[in-house]
């Protein structure tokens, strides 16, 4: 079995029993503080659904029903979880809070899994996916078709090490293992083209089969922190330089095989999170890159945690027990707790930070949460439909005036445009999928992926009316 296969296997098993776990406790939650609950019935009662046939404009809303805000943002979105802290916040971006029309409704021939690492990041021209089958591979943003797989572009055959994509300047850059050679390299790709722009070999260990689980570009490096199958080794971070080319440095994450999963990066804090390590040793570890060792680690029932950081905190879910939840706001400096807050069902992989509110997910309702202390601002109670979902694909992505949330369901899944401002629903459309991943902002359309499981895939693009 591939190490791909195992990842896939593991998180299809994880996300598979977190649903269970959703089915009972709905509607279950202890609340911290005054609930406030906005009333969205409205933006509720009307629904239209895509896939047999996109709606028309009558049938989506009012023709006299007018937005404030348009649907705009970069052209541009650098990393699967938007930037390096994995805040998922566009604060430059605008949704328009009328229900959008249907501008691409396009399968995608492809395995497509989760945002994990397999994106999509969006380039001038082009949305770059993961997959398992091709490695990488390009969309237009035209049309959604594909237009390059690193398959069939590269030289040399790759496969994909879990580490997730990303754009530094005009190259697309991830970890790959060469299939020709057995090596695993930093590589660089021409987002427009799919040619293989450099590709630096790690000298990982031989001896010890040490092999690359978790990596993240940020202020021009790319970094990679790896683990052993032998089991006797220490789990290293490794620093390219990517202008250069070359190796700039490798420390030890510390004591241990650490088995990494995932990394956020702000300045000169990394910090990296897993569920895999080892009994006696720490799950949570920041790293400082200037001094090239460890700030501090802690041991946390995280489960499929993504590390989410802001100026002061790193944000993770704990669960301590079956009915024992809460969102952690730990300190950058030292690892101590600086807020908890509690709720039933914590988001199963993380919050959403864009430095007014952090936005925690549960299957029926989404809090608004004070950064400075954890107090809630508002709350939006799902009255029907799907429910939400905390993981890695449904996340919500925070506009300056929208909070972008996926779902999943047997019955089709929706997006949900909530306000950030009062957590009033604005609009929602429902896909024929069981899974839709929370829609980001990419020029003048918010992109989603919607999938059932890993098959029939289909690309979205949404643009105002």
């Known amino acids: 079995m591939t190490d791909t296969d195992r990842r896939w296997r593991r998180r299809q098993l994880l996300s598979t029993l977190g649903l269970g776990s959703l089915a009972g406790v709905t509607g279950c939650l202890r609340f911290v503080g005054t609930e406030q609950t906005s009333t969205a019935t409205t933006a509720e009662t009307a629904t239209p659904k895509t896939g047999a046939a996109t709606p028309t404009e009558a049938e989506s809303a009012p023709p006299t029903e007018t937005s404030e805000y348009p649907t705009s ?3 541009r979105v650098d990393h699967v979880f938007v930037d390096s802290r994995n805040t998922l916040s566009q604060r430059g971006a605008t ?23 397999n994106g999509p990041v969006v380039a001038a021209d082009t949305l770059v996916v993961q997959t398992v089958a091709d490695g990488v591979l390009g969309l237009s943003k035209a049309d959604g078709a594909v237009e390059w797989r690193l398959s069939e572009t590269g030289a040399d055959p790759y496969r994909d090490t879990g580490a997730p994509i990303a ?6 850059v991830t970890v ?3 299939r020709r050679t057995d090596d695993t390299r930093v590589v660089g790709i021409d987002p427009t083209t799919g040619q293989v722009q450099f590709a630096v070999v790690l000298p990982l260990s031989e001896a010890t089969d040490e ?3 978790a990596g993240k570009t940020a202020a021009g490096k790319a970094y990679a922190a790896t683990t052993h199958r032998a089991g006797d080794g220490e789990s290293t971070l490794y620093a390219v330089d990517l202008a250069g080319g070359d190796l700039e440095w490798r420390a030890r994450l510390g004591p241990g095989d650490l088995h990494p999963e995932d990394i956020a990066i702000d300045g000169d804090t990394l910090v990296v999170t897993t569920d895999e390590a080892p009994a006696g040793l720490a799950n949570v570890v920041a790293f400082d890159l200037a001094a090239r060792e460890r700030r501090w680690a802690r041991t946390l029932a995280i489960g499929e945690g993504v590390p989410v950081l802001d100026d002061d905190h790193v944000y993770l879910p704990n669960q301590r027990s079956e009915r024992d939840d809460r969102v952690l706001a730990l300190s950058r400096a030292d690892g101590s707790v600086a807020w908890a807050f509690e709720q039933l069902n914590a988001p199963r992989t993380g919050v959403t930070v864009d430095g007014d509110h952090v936005y925690s997910v549960t299957n029926d309702r989404v809090y608004a949460i004070s950064p400075a202390d954890g107090t809630p601002i508002w709350s939006y109670a799902r009255r029907d439909g799907p429910p939400f979902y905390g993981g890695s694909g449904q996340l919500p992505v925070a506009t300056q005036n929208c909070l972008l949330v996926g779902s999943w369901t047997d019955e089709g899944a929706q997006i949900r445009a909530i306000r950030t401002d009062n957590g009033e629903l604005a609009w929602r459309i429902e896909t024929t999928h069981e899974w839709l991943t929370s829609p980001f902002v990419a020029g003048q359309r918010l992109w989603a992926i919607g999938h059932d499981g890993r098959s029939d895939a289909t690309l979205y693009a949404f643009e105002d009316r």
Request: proline share 8%; net charge negative.
């Open 211 to 213: 092999y690359v689980t």
């Open 176 to 178: 790959l293992r060469n």
């Open 167 to 172: 754009l530094d300047g005009d190259t697309l």
């Open 95 to 117: 949704v328009s809070t009328v229900r959008p029309l249907t501008a691409i409704e396009r399968p995608l021939d492809l395995d497509y899994d989760s945002r994990v690492s």
């Open 73 to 75: 943002g970069p052209e």
